[in-house]
């Protein structure tokens, strides 16, 4: 059974950093590319960040480009995201998802199976 599981999350003024962790298990970590989603109340899903198996390969949402550094390490099947320069508009419920695609892909149909979310919160 796949499990992946959030951590990092918490509280930060606007213009700090935060940085959060995916831990993975069940699924081979290093054949699969790895994604970043975050969900704010009452809106969709949205994509952030996307990164390939190898970890060569990443994707952004223009939202975060500049500011989100997404990374893998398949020795230790986890994944990260740091965030920099955050700001209110970031505050979300982040998730981390596994694909069954070795290429990162920003469609959230090509994720198969995800975490439970972690808060983030950014205040001005």
């Known amino acids: 059974q796949v499990r992946l599981e959030e951590s990092g999350g918490g509280s930060v003024q606007a213009g700090g950093s935060l940085g959060l962790a995916c831990s993975s298990s069940g699924r081979t970590f290093s054949s699969s590319a790895m994604g970043w989603f975050r969900q704010c109340p009452g809106q969709e899903r949205e994509f952030v960040a996307g990164i390939s198996a190898s970890g060569r390969n990443t994707v952004y949402a223009d939202s975060v480009k500049g500011r989100f550094t997404i990374a893998r390490d398949n020795d230790e099947d986890t994944l990260y995201l740091q965030m920099n320069s955050l700001k209110p508009d970031d505050t979300a419920v982040y998730f981390c998802?596994?694909?069954?695609?070795?290429?990162?892909?920003?469609?959230?149909?090509?994720?198969?199976?995800w975490g439970q979310g972690t808060q983030v919160t950014v205040s001005s």
């Open positions: 998802a596994i694909s069954y695609l070795r290429l990162p892909t920003m469609r959230e149909k090509e994720y198969d199976y």
